[in-house]
């Protein structure tokens, strides 16, 4: 069975900064795209960013300038760096790797790492 682990995430002030780290466990498929993205109170959930096994990376708006998603050589974990941190960056923040190996096709999700910027 094939897993998302995500680790990082908590508490930050206004201007802090936060790591959140992404992989998959268990049986090894190919990654096609690790995208992260976050659920506010009251919200939708929306994508932060995303990057392609191509290398191909975007940003939503709201964090372009602040947040850098990257990735070890090998591919994962996936690493959303939190910079420049602002209240309405808190939320619960979900990784999702889309992937597939031969026949099979992966679309998995996280369990969510909450995150909390004071102000």
Do not use: H
């Not at 995500?6 to 002030?13: F, I, K, T």
């Not at 392609?52 to 090998?74: L, P």
């Amino acid at each position: 069975q094939v897993q998302v682990e995500e680790s990082g995430g908590g508490l930050a002030q206004t201007g802090g900064s936060l790591t959140l780290s992404c992989a998959p466990s268990g049986s090894a498929f190919r990654i096609v795209a690790v995208g992260w993205y976050r659920q506010g109170p009251g919200s939708q959930r929306e994508l932060v960013a995303q990057i392609t096994s191509g290398g191909s990376i975007n940003y939503a708006d709201s964090v372009k300038g602040r947040f850098t998603v990257s990735r070890d050589y090998a591919g994962t974990p996936v690493y959303l760096q939190m910079n420049r941190l602002k209240p309405e960056d808190t939320a619960v923040y979900f990784c999702n790797i889309r992937g597939d190996s031969g026949t099979i096709s992966y679309d998995l999700w996280g369990q969510g790492t909450q995150v909390t910027v004071s102000s």
